[in-house]
């Protein structure tokens, strides 16, 4: 509990950076809107001068600076609708995104005590959004079958995954789920597999060939796009999370990790973003 507050401290900064930069944007086209405003209302105290002047001269009213006068005060308008839209926008888009990573984090540590409580032990990497299960929970060295015990462990994670994204507060909110095979970088040579690709891609597969017939109500979850969740990939020893040059350091890289990514904003709203964190980046 105490790791899982200090990510929602973590989160809550986040959450502060980003409004305070929206805020930031927010002051400087308040300050741009006014300046505009002050510039046309002195052009058109100007233009009714001018009128007034003519007025009692019995002179013809420049009607061309007139005309102008309209259309400025027209551009000026719509300048304000597209601004206030833009800054809606952003503003929606960069809440969603926080609001993301608390909700995936809040996710993994549901998960996580639900398993700890049928007495398996996962780690949870807040920052990636990731619940992790070690090697040995679930093959042999070298082989790619899950082990009895292993079918045991994806059998329980497979009911609390499935509880879990039909709860209220998650349903919905996953894209993707990718179940990924990880190794050391040590060679394979048992005469099973190649090299260690095909090793990490295979455990990947049987990951979630074990976790689907334990409960094939998972094959049937789709995402807002009407995409099949989850998928499947190995990386061999690619994406290292301890140094191989000791023993444990190459345990803790021989891994399943499952990973989450929670579903983006439109992509009008992410396009907006983009832009924004561009603009605040130079």
């Not at 973003?273 to 130079?282: H, I, N, P, Y």
């Given at each position: 509990?105490?790791?899982?507050?200090?990510a929602?401290?973590?989160?809550?900064?986040t959450?502060a950076?980003?409004?305070?930069?929206a805020?930031?944007?927010?002051?400087?086209?308040?300050?741009?809107?006014?300046?505009?405003?002050?510039?046309?209302?002195?052009?058109?105290?100007?233009?009714?001068?001018?009128?007034?002047?003519?007025?009692?001269?019995?002179?013809?009213?420049?009607?061309?600076t007139?005309?102008?006068?309209?259309?400025?005060?027209?551009?000026?308008?719509?300048?304000?609708?597209?601004?206030?839209?833009f800054?809606?926008?952003?503003?929606?888009?960069t809440?969603?995104?926080?609001?993301?990573?608390?909700?995936?984090?809040?996710?993994?540590?549901?998960?996580?005590?639900?398993?700890e409580?049928?007495?398996?032990?996962?780690?949870?990497?807040?920052?990636?959004?990731?619940?992790?299960?070690a090697?040995?929970?679930?093959?042999?060295?070298?082989?790619?079958?899950?082990?009895?015990?292993?079918?045991?462990?994806i059998?329980k994670?497979?009911a609390?995954?499935?509880?879990?994204?039909?709860?209220e507060?998650?349903?919905g909110?996953?894209?993707?789920?990718?179940?990924?095979?990880?190794t050391?970088?040590?060679?394979?040579?048992?005469?099973?597999?190649p090299?260690n690709?095909?090793?990490?891609?295979?455990?990947?597969?049987?990951?979630?060939l074990?976790?689907?017939?334990a409960?094939?109500?998972?094959?049937?979850?789709?995402?807002?796009?009407d995409?099949?969740?989850f998928s499947?990939?190995?990386?061999a020893?690619?994406?290292?999370?301890?140094?191989n040059?000791?023993?444990?350091?190459r345990?803790?890289?021989?891994?399943?990790?499952?990973?989450?990514?929670?579903?983006?904003?439109?992509?009008?709203?992410?396009?907006?973003?983009?832009?924004?964190?561009?603009?605040?980046?130079?």
């Amino acid at each position: 509990m105490d790791r899982f507050s200090a990510a929602l401290d973590r989160f809550s900064d986040t959450i502060a950076q980003k409004l305070s930069d929206a805020q930031k944007i927010f002051d400087t086209t308040i300050a741009t809107m006014k300046a505009a405003a002050d510039a046309n209302a002195a052009q058109v105290t100007r233009i009714v001068e001018n009128m007034n002047a003519a007025a009692c001269n019995n002179a013809v009213p420049d009607t061309f600076t007139v005309s102008i006068s309209d259309l400025m005060s027209g551009l000026l308008a719509i300048f304000i609708l597209v601004l206030s839209y833009f800054i809606l926008n952003f503003t929606q888009a960069t809440a969603q995104l926080t609001q993301n990573d608390i909700t995936r984090a809040e996710l993994l540590h549901f998960m996580q005590r639900e398993l700890e409580r049928e007495g398996i032990k996962v780690t949870v990497d807040d920052r990636h959004g990731i619940l992790r299960i070690a090697e040995d929970v679930l093959f042999d060295v070298g082989l790619a079958d899950v082990k009895p015990q292993g079918q045991i462990v994806i059998q329980k994670l497979s009911a609390v995954l499935a509880v879990a994204l039909e709860a209220e507060q998650f349903k919905g909110r996953v894209e993707t789920i990718f179940i990924e095979g990880h190794t050391d970088n040590v060679p394979i040579s048992n005469g099973v597999f190649p090299s260690n690709w095909e090793l990490s891609a295979k455990r990947a597969i049987n990951t979630w060939l074990t976790m689907s017939g334990a409960n094939p109500q998972l094959t049937a979850l789709r995402n807002d796009k009407d995409e099949m969740i989850f998928s499947v990939s190995g990386y061999a020893d690619t994406r290292p999370i301890a140094a191989n040059t000791s023993e444990a350091g190459r345990g803790d890289n021989r891994r399943i990790d499952i990973r989450f990514s929670m579903a983006p904003p439109t992509e009008a709203n992410m396009s907006i973003v983009k832009f924004v964190r561009k603009e605040l980046a130079q």
